[in-house]
């Protein structure tokens, strides 16, 4: 069998949960059992939070095979949010992406100051020379 190990990333996340009134030592075995151990569980104000850095081929599996370890460690805690700053990362670059798509797509300037010219933006006109500039792309014949 060949070795694709190669393949493999390492992955840190954080898992935020829910129905986790305190850490006991029984809640904290058994959390580390159903992970395999590559976590710390904390707790602050209130609320309990688990630190994973996993090997994984993805972030996608990385979390969505902790979170089925952990919702199915019997416990009944339940994950409600996940957090790692490779997806802000991303987030980030597709709202950049999409803004930038917007403004070749719309023509229109998002990050312009408004220079005083305009006390407040006329919607309706907006959308209506925004779909006039739409409509004349499309209509044309090739």
């Known amino acids: 069998m060949r070795n694709l190990?190669?393949?493999?990333?390492?992955?840190r996340f954080t898992l935020i949960l829910s129905d986790v009134?305190?850490?006991t030592s029984e809640l904290a075995d058994a959390l580390y059992a159903a992970t395999g151990g590559d976590i710390e569980l904390n707790m602050r104000d209130g609320v309990a939070f688990l630190e994973f850095d996993r090997t994984s081929p993805s972030l996608r599996e990385a979390v969505t095979s902790a979170i089925s370890q952990v919702e199915g460690a019997g416990v009944g805690?339940?994950?409600?949010r996940v957090e790692s700053q490779a997806a802000n990362t991303i987030a980030?670059?597709?709202a950049d992406l999409y803004k930038q798509w917007l403004h070749e797509q719309l023509q229109v300037g998002f990050d312009e100051p408004d220079r005083g010219?305009?006390?407040e933006w006329d919607l309706e006109a907006f959308l209506a020379k925004i779909h006039q500039r739409h409509a004349g792309r499309t209509t044309q014949a090739p």
């Open 5 to 11: 190990t190669f393949l493999m990333n390492e992955h």
């Open 117 to 119: 010219q305009l006390a």
């Open 92 to 94: 980030k670059i597709n």
């Open 77 to 80: 805690a339940r994950v409600v």
């Open 21 to 23: 009134s305190e850490i």
